[in-house]
């Protein structure tokens, strides 16, 4: 037959059966509800298999399912809840009762593969091409400073640095040295336009990433207990894969690509990134709900992506109109561009002091920029106060993160705090991290920096000298790095240099839990 994937990987594959049947748990033949399928054909299909003796044929009533809503997509309106469905049919695994109710998850999956796989191929070629370009431009511009005596590596030396020592060259006229400076600006600008390709290719890979793991995904999401929590996220899914269009809320097609992202993000959190470079920790917040909370960050999602109000707030109108464009070159899936654009206008909505105010998105460097950014260095993040006025986004810190994730969630669920280490040993910071993931029963949030300001990472592991952690500004996170690099990105953040100040994030702990001797030190939020 030709199988479903995903029932032809669970059950098997019988070459004699024709398209709109498959086998069930126990080998029993059930009928496909693809829209793709008519009547006669399931019929002619079950008949095929009974007169040649394969198995008794077996008919599922899964009601009114799988008509065509939209003429160009296919939108899935299966009849009733999915509890219900379930109940009807106890027979089928979960994930595969789901995929059964919607077809269109499941319609030309490996095509649907198949096209992404070339885009992304596409996508890297280009970027690839264009880079190689960018580095030729470099290596020219460099041999040409240094045969007038200038000494420069254009690569790691900041803009400072450069124009300095090309100022510095007394024997220049003042024309050479601004034809150098105007060489050297036009090179970082053509290597800055890049980023937006760079991103869009990462996002490409991701959602290669969402579409071939998707099965396995659904498994995921089936071993999460308790069951309420579990039928929790599958409702959010139907209810994206149902609502209509609506003028509020993104097509059918963008939000089909948001169920596949929610999914692969629920089964791996790692893979998280943030969509500006201002909202590392809402990406950070985002992770940590995905982990411990995949029913509210399924059914945040799903709100926001159908135009509906999460916890009272709904996207503004300009930032979910950016986000179904999608041209803005950010990293991040879909979903998360989704929730963080939710999240950072329920920050504004219940959190901010003073409550109010719009979250905008537009591409970096658009006018009119805010007061006191450079548009070189603008991120594109915008705040539109109750008084019209606008001004840049700066992001989260540790404490406005903790509300956010318990206006989420709706109670007290998660704490910050800062947690002194004894010295400026690497070694008390390793304990420190060490325990604080174990006491919090798993990942934690803390801030770093690197050498460019305040940014939110996730630890998930520290042993043996190393930290494992995510990074939802790296492509290529998550990364393992050794204590003593850590330490002194933690210990640049923190106030003070000699006993530095751990900051963390994290779910709140049984009350039955004892406080370990390395937080009997902390300060700031109680435990």
Known sequence: MTADFQFERAYGKVESAEPGVFFGPNRELHRDCNPHQTKSGNERASSTLVSQGVLPALSIDCGPVGKWANSKVGLDQPAGNFTEFQARHPGLRVDDAFLMRHPSLRADHETRIE????????????????????????????????????????????????????????????????DFEASYLQLRKDATGLLPQKRQLESEEQNLRSLERFPENLKAIDRIEPKERREEIYRSLEKLLRAGDGQNGLPYDRRLQVARDLVNQIAHPEEIKQITPGTCACATAEKQLARNNPEVYARAVADWATGTAFKGTTIGGQALAAIKDDDRGERGSLASKIFQAGAMQLYLD?????????????????????????????????????????????????????KLLNVLTGGDNY????????????????????????????????????????????????????????????????????????????????????????????????????????????????L
Request: zero cysteines; glycine letters at 8%.
């Open 115 to 178: 096209q992404q796989k070339q885009l992304v191929d596409e996508k890297r070629r280009r970027f690839e091409r264009d880079f190689q370009e960018i580095g030729q431009k470099r290596d020219q511009l460099t041999r040409k400073m240094a045969e007038q005596g200038i000494t420069v590596d254009l690569k790691t030396e900041s803009m400072a640095e450069v124009l300095e020592k090309v100022n510095n060259r007394t024997r220049l006229t003042e024309q050479e040295k601004k």
């Open 350 to 402: 219940q959190v901010a002091k003073p409550a109010g105010g719009e979250y905008r998105i537009v591409k970096p460097g658009t006018s009119p920029i805010p007061p006191g950014a450079l548009p070189s260095e603008d991120t594109g993040d915008r705040i539109v106060g109750r008084d019209g006025k606008m001004r840049e986004w700066q992001g989260l810190n540790p404490d406005e993160e903790r």
């Open 415 to 526: 704490v910050d705090r800062k947690v002194r280490v004894a010295s400026e040993r690497p070694e008390d910071m390793e304990k420190v991290l060490q325990s604080a993931i174990k006491y919090h029963r798993g990942p934690i949030t803390t801030s770093i920096d690197k050498g460019g300001g305040g940014h939110a990472v996730t630890v998930s592991d520290v042993k043996d000298g190393k930290v494992t952690y995510d990074d939802p500004a790296d492509a290529k996170s998550p990364r393992t790095l050794d204590i003593r690099t850590f330490h002194r990105w933690v210990t640049r953040y923190s106030d003070n240099k000699v006993s530095p100040e751990v900051t963390i994030i994290a779910q709140k702990p049984p009350a039955s839990y004892s406080r370990p001797d390395f937080l009997r030190g902390t300060v700031g939020t109680k």
